[in-house]
């Protein structure tokens, strides 16, 4: 039987790793107020509104809502526009142009975001 050895690689190989191979970026955004308590998603009343605004605003190419009440939202964006430290920057700047009562109960000051190291697709 031939054998194959490779000596040039243009996709890179990780077991359990993010390893990207085009410029999108995977992130992980745990939404905390001001005081860093964790805001449950599903219940913070306006949060969904919110969060389509939050989403709209970095121009995401795909995000996803945790079902539970950690507070976490994994997107997908344009490295070129991005890190971390930026996506941070903007979300706990975010403020809704027309804050009202829908979405006063959410909080954005105190959030997170690291860059993902695995994603699962289910």
């Known amino acids: 039987m031939a054998s194959f050895t490779r000596t ?17 970026g995977a992130y992980i955004i745990t939404v905390k107020n001001s005081d860093n308590n964790v805001q449950d998603l599903r219940t913070a009343t306006g949060s ?12 995401v190419l795909g995000y ?3 079902d539970s009440a950690a507070g976490t939202i994994s ?15 903007l979300v ?17 000051g105190g959030s997170t ?5 695995t994603i699962t697709v289910a």
């Open 8 to 24: 040039n690689s243009t996709t890179p190989f990780a077991v359990g790793a993010y390893v990207q191979t085009s410029n999108v």
């Open 48 to 59: 969904l509104e919110a969060i389509e605004m939050l989403v709209s605003n970095l121009n």
């Open 64 to 66: 996803t809502i945790t």
């Open 75 to 89: 997107i997908l964006v344009d490295n070129s526009q991005h890190n971390a430290t930026s996506i941070r920057d």
């Open 92 to 108: 706990r700047n975010f403020v809704s142009a027309d804050r009202d009562d829908s979405t006063e109960n959410l909080g954005f």
């Open 113 to 117: 975001v690291v860059a993902a190291t």
